[in-house]
């Protein structure tokens, strides 16, 4: 039982560029969230999803977009990525009302 | 707006000592309340989930409280350790089971 994991652990985008953040969690949970996590600021739910094929907008969803085509990944997408979008991504999943975090992503975006 | 804050936001003490961490919250429409621990460059991990029916939770040497009425939690850690330094976070549980985060308080604990 791996948990949730993240890959990658870090990466360096440029301006423009485009990429994806892979979460994957083999605990079967329903609920999957991405948050990222700045300083001063906490984390901030970006998008999450209540099961297979369902997604909704969290606190900060703009210049982001997620999928969630299996049960057990949620996609994050960075389409143009821009220096505001640099950050540490976490991913999570909940049972039983019990959040369970990823290791998080560094992001760098120049 | 659904808002959570701690205090202190850094806190230095003496291994040995007794400490409380603070939470407050803005809506008291709260499911649950969540502690957590993250040491630096880490993810999250849980500590202490609170349910709203509940008053307090109890692992080991942590304890954590929720009045719901006053907005508030704490976290206390009875005779504190140099392994128990990190940020600790707490984040309530609204609808949708949307967390939302304290700024945390990092703890340092010197020997």
């Known amino acids: 039982n791996a948990g949730v994991t993240q890959t990658p652990k870090f990466r360096v985008l440029k301006t423009g560029q485009s990429m994806t953040l892979l979460c994957a969690q083999d605990m079967n949970h329903e609920y999957m969230y991405w948050y990222r996590q700045d300083p001063g600021m906490g984390l901030r739910l970006i998008h999450y999803?209540?099961?297979?094929?369902?997604?909704a907008k969290g606190e900060v969803p703009d210049g982001y977009n997620v999928s969630r085509l299996k049960k057990q990944n949620f996609l994050l997408g960075l389409e143009s990525a821009a220096p505001s979008q640099t950050s540490v991504y976490f991913c999570a999943s909940i049972y039983k009302g019990t959040q369970y975090f990823g290791p998080g992503t560094r992001l760098l975006v120049l | 707006k659904q808002e959570v804050t701690q205090i202190p936001a850094a806190l230095s003490v003496p291994e040995g000592e007794n400490l409380v961490l603070n939470c407050s919250f803005t809506d008291s429409a709260i499911y649950n309340l969540q502690w957590f621990r993250q040491d630096p460059g880490k993810g999250l991990t849980s500590l202490l989930l609170i349910q709203s029916s509940q008053r307090e939770q109890t692992s080991g040497r942590l304890n954590a409280s929720l009045d719901k009425s006053s907005g508030r939690s704490t976290l206390y850690i009875a005779a504190s350790q140099p392994g128990d330094s990190a940020t600790y976070l707490c984040a309530g549980i609204y609808n949708t089971d949307k967390l939302i985060f304290g700024t945390g308080t990092r703890l340092q604990v010197f020997p």
């Open positions: 999803s209540v099961g297979e094929g369902t997604t």
